[in-house]
């Protein structure tokens, strides 16, 4: 089947940039997405980009997308403890394992 | 507000039981989605459905069953649970494809944490 792929664990202090990266296999997708799941609740999106851009910012969050080589981006500028969350890159109906993200003071 | 709730939050349940899972949304949303959570598989699709009394198998649908009787309710059936099953269910609802120029987004509940022992 179609695979979404992402990192498990990403650790940054608190002002820094994160940069969570995905790589998927269906370049069929119209839309991709970032999803956000804050502890003990379920999935909320955070952004998407449709797949005729290259990037999209969003006041702190930027995301990249390069085609060719299906791969997606997600920045977080000044990262915040706030930011702590699980970060799931998303096909329509197919996600990523989600990448934890740890900010620490 | 958009609102998908789900019947419990905790469920533990013993092997071989009949388990239910209720979702339930009150966006009149098409489609309506169970996944199940696991560490470092993140989510996997059971079931869908499009429409009302339509379903179609997502990934992993052995084990499941689902019923769509109403267009706001979707039900995740084990038949006879296993702790294999112990996972966190997460159930999700869209507008359906046709029916919205917007991206597909899902919405989700907060998810039943189900523990089979």
């Known amino acids: 089947g179609e695979d979404v792929e992402q990192s498990l664990f990403l650790s940054v202090r608190e002002g820094d940039s994160s940069v969570i990266n995905c790589t998927y296999t269906?370049?069929?997708?119209?839309?991709l997405y970032w999803y956000k799941q804050e502890p003990g609740a379920g999935l909320q999106l955070l952004t998407y980009?449709?797949?005729?851009?290259d990037m999209k910012q969003d006041q702190r969050l930027t995301v990249l997308l390069n085609k060719k080589d299906k791969h997606l981006s997600l920045r977080i500028a000044d990262t915040q403890t706030g930011d702590s969350a699980i970060y799931f890159c998303?096909?329509?109906?197919?996600f990523g394992a989600g990448t934890r993200l740890t900010v620490k003071p | 507000d958009v609102k998908v709730t789900q019947s419990s939050r905790y469920l533990v349940k013993r092997t071989g039981e009949k388990v239910f899972l209720e979702c339930v949304q009150d966006?009149?949303?098409?489609?309506m989605f169970w996944y199940r959570q696991d560490p470092g598989l993140g989510l996997r699709l059971i079931y869908f459905?499009?429409?009302?009394?339509?379903?179609e198998k997502g990934d992993i649908p052995e084990g499941y069953s689902v019923s769509r009787e109403k267009k706001e309710r979707f039900s995740l059936i084990l038949e006879s649970a296993s702790t294999n099953q112990t996972s966190m269910y997460l159930c999700?609802?869209?507008?359906?494809?046709?029916?919205?120029?917007?991206?597909?987004?899902?919405?989700f509940g907060p998810g039943t944490r189900l523990t089979v022992t």
């Open positions: 999700a609802s869209s507008f359906g494809v046709s029916g919205s120029e917007f991206p597909y987004e899902q919405y």
């Open positions: 269906d370049s069929s997708s119209t839309y």
């Open positions: 980009i449709f797949s005729n851009m």
């Open positions: 998303a096909e329509t109906g197919r």
């Open positions: 966006m009149d949303h098409e489609n």
């Open positions: 459905s499009y429409d009302v009394k339509m379903k």
